[in-house]
């Protein structure tokens, strides 16, 4: 762990020099990329999202904050070090919680129907896509679960990545929840009698978790698609794990 001044990670010429100490030894993108990420997991802490809006300097004094703010702190940080990258905003099937349905509901009731992109089965997540110049490949960083590369991924079920506006310019789910999640089991997982399942879910779920996070579809009012899909999965597993296909 390192041990530096937080005023070393304001932003400007000191969190460059702070974001070179970091990734000091490291060669490639990935490397870069790796070093800042796993500092931010080994020494800030994740906080429930309380819904207010601060400042990067403001996360960087709590040392803490939700997946969306550490995202934040830590895209500062690797712009410093000129590397492409973009945030993505993704929803993943989540243990099941009446508890988690109830506080949803009452946000889509406070604040509208984007909130819909937590429920009782699924959540909503932020991370970050750095791209490779050598490669021109794009691979995940999540500074809030200290994972980085497509092989220490979990699955979701809806990605999409963030244009320089905030806006959902680009659908990354097949990306990574077909295609990737294929090859991380070296393709066994298209030859399971669950795969279509899996395949159809996802894509008639994507358009709506689209327009979930747009303000347009209440995701709730989708909670047996949801539920399918949690099925599908578990049926995945247990059918890879006994050696089907």
């Given amino acids: ?67 969306n703010e550490l995202a934040r702190v830590t895209q500062a940080m690797l712009e410093e070090l000129d590397l492409p990258m973009r945030r993505v905003r993704e929803i993943n099937i989540h243990v099941e919680s009446d508890a988690r349905q109830q506080r949803a509901e009452e946000k889509v009731a406070e604040m509208g129907i984007q909130l819909s992109v937590f429920g009782r089965r699924h959540n909503d997540h ?57 090859a991380l089991y070296d393709g066994r997982l298209r030859q399971l009698p669950a795969w279509p399942d899996w395949v159809r879910l996802v894509d008639e779920l994507d358009d709506e978790a689209l327009a979930a996070f747009q303000g347009r579809v209440n995701l709730h009012d989708h909670a047996a698609e949801i539920d399918a899909l949690a099925t599908a999965y578990e049926a995945l597993r247990e059918q890879y794990e006994g050696g089907e296909g």
């Avoid at 800030?44 to 819904?51: G, K, M, Q, R, S």
């Avoid at 691979?139 to 999409?160: C, H, N, R, T, Y």
């Avoid at 905030?166 to 295609?179: K, Q």
């Fill in 126 to 182: 932020v991370w970050i896509e750095v791209q490779d110049r050598e490669t021109g490949e794009w691979f995940p960083a999540d500074p809030s679960m200290g994972v980085i590369g497509e092989k220490q991924w979990l699955v979701p079920f809806a990605l999409f990545a963030e244009d320089g506006e905030g806006n959902l310019a680009e659908n990354r789910t097949a990306h990574y929840v077909i295609d990737g999640f294929d």
């Fill in 1 to 67: 762990m390192l041990f530096v001044p937080l005023t070393m990670l304001a932003i400007g010429a000191a969190c460059d020099s702070f974001a070179e100490h970091v990734s000091a030894g490291a060669d490639t993108d990935y490397e870069r990329a790796h070093a800042v990420v796993t500092w931010f997991a080994d020494n800030f802490d994740w906080t429930y999202t309380d819904y207010q809006v601060r400042t990067v300097e403001e996360i960087l004094q709590r040392r803490g904050g939700n997946c």
